[in-house]
């Protein structure tokens, strides 16, 4: 059984930081793409950043520079750092892991709730 867990949300202020972590079972991790999706309350689901298997690194405009993904191969997990967080970063934040080889085989967590206010 796949399993996506999801954790180290809770509440930042704005100028603030938190880290998320994600760890995955039930799925050979170092075959699948890691990715952080969010969803604010009212707005569609929108992808935030991936990284490869290999550590290649890609992310939105919106948090390109003060979010970083990573992963951990040998623990199946993968991270979220986010600093200079500012309200609009208010979201459920999901992790997803997408089969390299396959995209149309994905599997999702049940997300974490990120909230940025003073």
């Known amino acids: 059984q796949v399993q996506l867990v999801e954790s180290g949300g809770g509440l930042a202020q704005p100028g603030g930081s938190l880290r998320l972590s994600c760890a995955a079972s039930g799925i050979t991790f170092s075959a699948y793409v890691m990715s952080w999706y969010r969803q604010a309350p009212g707005k569609q689901r929108e992808w935030v950043a991936a990284v490869t298997s290999g550590g290649g690194t890609n992310y939105a405009s919106s948090v390109q520079g003060r979010f970083t993904i990573s992963r951990d191969n040998t623990k199946n997990t993968v991270f979220l750092q986010m600093n200079s967080m500012n309200p609009e970063d208010t979201a459920v934040y999901y992790c997803?892991?997408?089969?390299?080889?396959?995209?149309?085989?994905?599997?999702w967590g049940q997300g974490t709730q990120v909230t940025v206010s003073s």
């Open positions: 997803n892991a997408r089969l390299t080889d396959n995209s149309r085989i994905q599997y």
